[in-house]
């Protein structure tokens, strides 16, 4: 059984830095695709990041592109977004999702089966 678990969430004055983590178990990273989801009160949930080919490829949400960096430890089969230059808008329960399409690295959630409880992230002005 897939079960993913996201931790590192908390709060930070806006320009700051914040890395959530993903445990992962009953998968591999070779053949999963992994995702980072968020969603704000009152939002839909939105795709932030992607992570395929074994960590060999990422993709990225543009509100996020050039702040946010998605990264795995396949020995540790973990996965981790670094957060930096965080916005207010940023704010959002943040969730952790694994795909068993690991040739596809789409920021749409019904791609993805199994998913974590969220860890909230909120971003001070």
């Known amino acids: 059984q897939v079960q993913v678990m996201e931790s590192g969430g908390g709060l930070v004055q806006a320009g700051g830095s914040l890395r959530l983590s993903c445990t992962a178990s009953?998968?591999?990273?070779?053949?999963?695709?992994m995702g980072w989801f968020r969603q704000a009160p009152g939002k839909e949930r939105e795709g932030v990041s992607c992570?395929?080919?074994?960590?060999?490829?990422?993709y990225y949400a543009e509100p996020v592109k050039g702040r946010f960096t998605v990264s795995q430890d396949n020995a540790k089969n973990t996965l981790y977004l670094q957060m930096n230059s965080l916005k207010p808008e940023d704010t959002a329960m943040y969730y952790c999702?694994?795909?068993?399409?690991?040739?596809?690295?789409?920021?749409?959630?019904?791609?993805?089966?199994?998913w974590g409880q969220g860890t909230q992230v909120t971003v001070s002005s």
């Open positions: 999702a694994a795909s068993i399409d690991w040739a596809r690295c789409r920021l749409l959630a019904a791609d993805f089966a199994s």
């Open positions: 009953g998968l591999t990273f070779d053949d999963y695709a």
């Open positions: 992570i395929n080919w074994s960590g060999g490829n990422t």
